[in-house]
Every structure is written in C-alpha cells, then in structure tokens.
C-alpha cells in the first residue's frame, strides 16, 4: 500500500521532459485548439457552457496543467547549474 500520494502528472510531466527538452519548451497547441478554448471561454463568460462543454474545457485545462508542468521541468534540465 503507498503511504504517500503518487503525483502522476509530476511523473508524466517528467517523462516528456525527458525525452527532448527542448522540444517540450516548443510545444505549441494549434491555432483552431486555441479557438476553441477561446470561444469556450467567452462562452462561459455570457451564456454560460453546457454540461459537455464543462467537461471539455476541464479537458483542456488538465492538459494545460500538464503542459506547463512538462515546460517547468524541461527548463530546469536545461537551466545552467
């Protein structure tokens, strides 16, 4: 039994550093994904989303998370010691 909480998108997120920093730090998600968090977000703020429109924009925010959390980890194995 594990005693403490296992952090699974640190170990991911690691993972994907690993493999090519640098090309981690470039990751750029597309320009119609980007819309569409775009229109989500403006949607959210007047009419409000739809129950599966609430789950895609967590989605996307867990996968954000993760992104940022792979960028984080690949700039500190690239960062001079």
């Known amino acids: 039994m594990v005693a403490e909480p296992v952090?699974?998108?640190?170990?991911?997120?690691?993972?994907?550093?690993n493999l090519s920093p640098r090309k981690v730090l470039s990751?750029?998600?597309?320009?119609?994904?980007?819309?569409?968090?775009?229109f989500l977000?403006?949607?959210n703020k007047s009419a409000g989303?739809?129950?599966e429109e609430h789950r895609?924009?967590?989605?996307y925010m867990l996968l954000d998370h993760?992104?940022?959390?792979?960028?984080?980890?690949?700039?500190?194995?690239?960062?001079?010691?």
């Open 27 to 38: 990751f750029k998600s597309s320009e119609r994904s980007q819309q569409r968090v775009n």
């Open 56 to 59: 895609e924009m967590e989605k």
């Open 7 to 17: 952090f699974l998108f640190e170990e991911f997120a690691q993972f994907l550093a």
């Open 49 to 51: 989303l739809s129950v």
């Open 66 to 81: 993760l992104v940022q959390l792979a960028k984080t980890k690949a700039l500190l194995k690239i960062a001079p010691k």
């Open 41 to 43: 977000l403006e949607k």
